[in-house]
């Protein structure tokens, strides 16, 4: 076949094929926003959930959901640059390092309630970590791992070699290399992974049954000493997050605005999800232009 | 002298930098392993005792089509069959990568190649929002608008692998997609360059020369897709119709390994049957991750440029 | 540079502190749990129980003040293994612990906190309002597979049944199938869930809570006896079951205490009712774990 002809011809198909995704995520996004943005006000921000009257908000979910967040990144961000950076830089390309691949990607494999139940037997009642948000930030970590391993080493070895070599002819350690040169250069890219696997926290539900627990006990705002059991910083109180809420309304929910609760609360983790992608795109702007002086 | 002598012995900053920035890495690496080892014992070790202590026959776990756990047939062996199960997480694992993956590579393409400007920022702002949507809320569209689709397109109750495969393609194709978009990107812009220098037109490039290069990334990324619909269980068990059947089309209700397991795990009692079989089920999906992972691999190293 | 190596380091300052975290958080627990432990109670199992529970424990701990009452799901089962291995104080079950394989119920204490009904329930389509139990064990059984075998829409029956092991399927398989076995069939875990598919797919058939019926679907009687409360009270209507709050042989007493709450009249002529149980002061009969039932 004539190759021009082909180029049309494939063109064509991608252009068709984006059509139907862009389609199809768009009706998927308008359904939820279109649902639940009327359910959404002042007041069902503000208040708090009830059990079976109508009326009930999601204040502490939303903020179970956030707090549940920075916690998770917490504990795996540094594991998981430090394990991205091993496997892309210092890694030896052996059978062993493909081991540790094949490891980290069958982790991320496990289904969401194998690792709840783990982590409720472990941390929960072994450790006596009881229902918390810090049990359900470890569970969360192990989904988060390997996503974010993988994304961090994609992107330090999408950085091209020249730069390595740079660094290497001024006398730099490979380490202050990598932190100093690669790491700033691969910031997008690592973004992406972070808001990704924030994405994955954001909505999971089945592992926190099991370990942040499916009751939101009331907190006080007002209090920020974080051994306090009331305090909204206190990681060690149970916390169900705005995806477990959903799922708790669904399924066993008696309210009788059951059914607003939840596309209400679909469409504000959608906006929630949207405000911190834009955040976290626009501080990896920052980063990026600030450490890598391309300003 | 002895000065500069002693300070050109001595490890050099660099050095030390070298080895700090080592241990912290290899720390890394080292406690996500112990992670990894300590699920794999304890599902290893629940998963197994339904053979151990529970004396089921492995091939008539892995080969028996009834599944009721607590109920004995007629010979009294427990009816512990996973074959349904089986076969329907492979059905629609393998359904939902097959449709999703040419739509993800269409989608990589517009975004890296064909037109970043346009497609870049506004298609990576809506996959990225993809991801977070929760589970049961794929669940309750799946089953407010796929399943009453397919019903009226097709009979019977909507309730199947086909349903199910729609609903894990849209949740599996922002993984899928972002990381060929990652795949796509590592690949070196001279190779880009060299080959429209040489004359090729657009598509020959991204046919001959991106796709061959990033095909290790894109398997990669079909990997973490599968993944993800291996262990779906919520939205799956809402569309599929969770009734532990041999599949006969895709449009009668099956049940896969999960959707099985987030039923009946709050339902049994930790240490009986009913229980370890569960988490049998769950070693089985496991193994099955872990053999897709070898094969792709393998798949993937024959077309590794860099070899 | 420098700047590079200060977030670094800051990024791993903030690592090793989340682990220190977990460190003390596990220490400092252990820690309280051991003094105040008498105060701190935790109720884990059954969903359907769960926003009675919930409730009660808000209402008792703004009335007890120091009072401190975690409420989980998890499932019946989860509920009853976790209590039986003293994890927890309290397993919610919607099952009698000796109808659970791998529990014994010897070393638990059953308190029963409410009476829950409930009713087969069809979708609109069908045409149907009233069977017989023997068309409902066919039906269930495989054995009708038409709704106009039973006076409805020439309409293929799909049955949706609940999860292997819980407590609604226990019940209604003792109630109705006396001993046979159910077809194989769709299998939902949750009332919410089972309403959804049951009220948008045309055949459908199935059983939730009486607190799930709704005008999207067509509750049957059987018998001509309606699903109502009044006939449960009587046994009339004989698919029922007791909802369980599970302590050890030797209860907390704080735990103890807090049940005895949620068997006050206050809790079972307010709280419950308003839920859509059935208080248990109102039965004329009691049942035992065999399905026999006794006048009061």
Redesign the interface.
């Known amino acids: 076949m004539n190759?021009?002809i082909?180029?049309k011809?494939?063109?064509a198909?991608?252009?068709i094929?984006?059509a139907?995704?862009?389609i199809?995520?768009a009706l998927?996004?308008g359904?939820?926003l279109i649902t639940g943005i009327p359910h959404i006000s002042w007041h069902f921000l503000t208040s708090v959930s009830q059990?079976?009257?109508a009326g009930g908000g999601i204040r502490d979910q939303l903020f179970n959901s956030i707090y549940l967040l920075i916690?998770t990144l917490?504990?795996s961000?540094?594991?998981?640059?430090?394990?991205g950076?091993?496997?892309a830089?210092?890694?030896p390309k052996n059978w062993f390092t493909?081991l540790?691949q094949?490891?980290?990607?069958?982790?991320?494999?496990?289904?969401?309630?194998?690792?709840g139940?783990?982590c409720y037997?472990?941390f929960v009642?072994e450790?006596?970590?009881?229902?918390?948000i810090?049990s359900g930030a470890?569970a969360l970590?192990?989904f988060n791992?390997?996503?974010l391993?993988?994304?961090i080493q994609?992107?330090l070895?999408?950085v091209?070699d020249l730069q390595r070599q740079a660094g290497a002819s001024l006398?730099?350690?490979?380490?202050?290399t990598?932190?100093?040169i690669i790491?700033?250069i691969a910031i997008p890219?690592i973004i992406?992974g972070i808001?990704?696997s924030?994405?994955?926290v954001?909505?999971?539900?089945?592992a926190l049954?099991?370990t942040a627990?499916?009751?939101a006990?009331?907190i006080s705002y007002s209090n920020f000493n974080p051994?306090n059991?009331a305090s909204f910083l206190n990681?060690?109180r149970?916390a169900e997050t705005l995806?477990v809420h959903?799922?708790?309304?669904?399924?066993?929910?008696?309210t009788p605005d059951?059914s607003q609760i939840?596309s209400g609360s679909?469409a504000v983790?959608?906006i929630v999800?949207?405000i911190f992608?834009?955040g976290a795109h626009y501080l990896g702007k920052h980063l990026y232009d600030?450490?890598t002086a391309s300003k | 002298m002895d000065q500069i002598k002693a300070k050109l012995m001595k490890p050099s900053?660099?050095?030390k930098?070298?080895t700090?920035?080592?241990i912290?890495?290899?720390?890394?690496?080292v406690?996500?392993?112990l992670?990894?080892l300590?699920?794999l014992y304890?599902?290893i070790s629940f998963g197994m005792s339904t053979f151990t202590k529970n004396n089921v026959n492995l091939w008539s776990f892995l080969s028996g089509t009834n599944w009721s756990p607590g109920q004995v047939d007629a010979h009294g062996n427990p009816e512990v069959g996973a074959l349904p199960m089986i076969v329907t997480s492979f059905a629609v694992t393998i359904l939902s990568a097959l449709v999703a993956t040419?739509?993800a590579i269409?989608?990589s393409?517009?975004m890296t190649i064909?037109a970043p400007k346009h497609?870049k920022g506004f298609?990576?702002?809506?996959?990225?929002?993809?991801?977070?949507?929760?589970?049961?809320?794929y669940g309750?569209?799946g089953l407010t608008?796929v399943v009453p689709f397919i019903r009226h397109l097709y009979g019977g109750t909507g309730f199947g692998i086909l349903s199910g495969t729609i609903v894990l393609f849209?949740m599996v194709?922002?993984?899928i997609t972002?990381?060929t978009v990652?795949?796509l990107?590592?690949v070196?812009r001279y190779y880009l360059e060299a080959s429209l220098a040489l004359g090729?037109?657009?598509?020959?490039t991204?046919?001959k020369v991106i796709l061959r290069a990033a095909t290790p990334?894109i398997l990669?990324a079909i990997?973490?897709g599968?993944?993800?619909a291996?262990?779906?269980?919520?939205a799956v068990q809402m569309v599929i119709g969770n009734a532990t059947l041999m599949p006969k089309s895709l449009l009668t209700p099956a049940a896969t390994?999960?959707s099985q397991?987030?039923t009946g795990?709050g339902n049994t009692v930790m240490g009986s049957l009913p229980n370890n079989a569960l988490w049998s089920l769950?070693l089985i999906?496991?193994l099955m991750?872990?053999v897709?992972?070898?094969a792709v691999?393998f798949v993937g190293s024959k077309g590794d440029l860099n070899k | 540079?420098l700047?590079?190596?200060k977030a670094?380091s800051f990024?791993?300052i903030?690592?090793?502190s989340?682990?220190l975290?977990?460190g003390c958080?596990?220490s400092?627990?252990?820690g309280s749990?051991s003094s105040s432990s008498s105060t701190k109670i935790?109720a884990v199992g059954s969903?359907?129980l769960?926003?009675?529970v919930?409730?009660a424990a808000?209402d008792y701990q703004n009335a007890n003040s120091g009072a401190?009452i975690?409420?989980?799901?998890?499932g019946s089962g989860?509920g009853l293994s976790?209590v039986q291995q003293k994890?927890v104080q309290i397993g919610n079950s919607d099952i009698f612990a000796e109808k659970q394989s791998g529990i014994k119920a010897s070393e638990l204490k059953d308190h029963q906190v409410a009476v829950v009904g409930m009713a087969p329930v069809v979708n609109k389509d069908a045409g149907v309002k009233n069977v017989t139990m023997d068309q409902l064990k066919k039906i269930f059984t495989g054995k009708i597979t038409n709704w106009k075998q039973v006076g409805g829409k020439d309409e293929k029956i799909s049955v949706v049944n609940r999860a292997k092991g819980s407590g609604t399927r226990a019940t209604f398989e003792q109630a109705v199938l006396g001993g046979a076995t159910a077809v194989k069939a769709q299998e939902q875990?949750?009332?919410?869930?089972v309403q959804k598919i049951v009220s948008s797919t045309p055949g459908a058939v199935s059983y939730l809570a009486f607190?799930?019926l709704n005008n999207k679907l067509q509750a049957l009687s059987i018998d001509n006896v309606k699903p109502t409360d009044a006939n449960v009270e009587t046994n009339k209507w004989k698919i029922w079951s007791y909802e369980h709050m599970y302590t050890p042989a030797t209860p907390n007493k704080e735990a103890e205490k807090f049940i005895k709450y949620i068997q006050s009249s206050k809790v079972q002529n307010g709280l419950v009712k308003?839920?859509?149980y059935i208080s248990i002061s109102n039965m004329k009969v009691t049942k035992d774990a065999n399905n026999k039932v006794t006048n009061k």
């Open positions: 190759p021009k082909a180029n011809i494939a063109d198909v991608i252009y094929l984006v139907i995704v862009v199809i995520l998927l996004i359904f939820i059990s079976f009257s916690l917490i504990i961000f540094p594991i998981a640059l430090g394990s950076i091993y496997l830089e210092y890694a493909s540790i094949t490891a980290i990607e069958v982790l991320s494999s496990l289904p969401s309630i194998i690792v139940l783990f037997l472990l009642i450790f006596q970590l009881g229902f918390s810090l470890i970590t192990f791992l390997p996503l391993t993988r994304s994609e992107s070895e999408s091209p006398g730099l350690s490979r380490w202050k990598i932190t100093g790491f700033p890219g992406t808001i990704l924030a994405g994955r954001f909505g999971e539900a089945a049954i099991y627990g499916e009751s006990p009331a051994f059991p990681p060690m149970p995806a959903i799922w708790k309304v669904n399924t066993e929910g008696v059951a939840s679909s983790l959608i999800i949207l992608n834009l600030k450490m | 900053k660099e050095t930098q070298e700090v920035g080592k912290i890495s290899y720390t890394c690496i406690a996500i392993m992670l990894v300590l699920v304890f599902i040419p739509f269409a989608v393409l517009f064909i497609g298609l990576q702002a809506i996959i990225e929002l993809l991801v977070g949507i929760p589970s049961v809320v309750y569209i608008l849209v194709l922002p993984t972002s990381l990652d795949s990107k590592a070196p090729a037109t657009r598509w020959q991204i046919y990334g990669t990997i973490f599968m993944a993800r291996f262990g779906e269980a919520l390994l999960t397991l987030t795990i769950a999906l496991l991750s872990l897709f992972n070898i691999k | 540079m700047s590079m190596k670094l990024v791993t903030l690592g090793v989340g682990v975290l977990a958080g596990n400092s627990k252990s749990s935790t969903t359907a769960q926003p009675l919930e409730q808000t401190s975690t409420v989980q799901g998890g989860t976790q994890a875990d949750s009332n919410g869930t607190s799930f308003k839920l859509g």
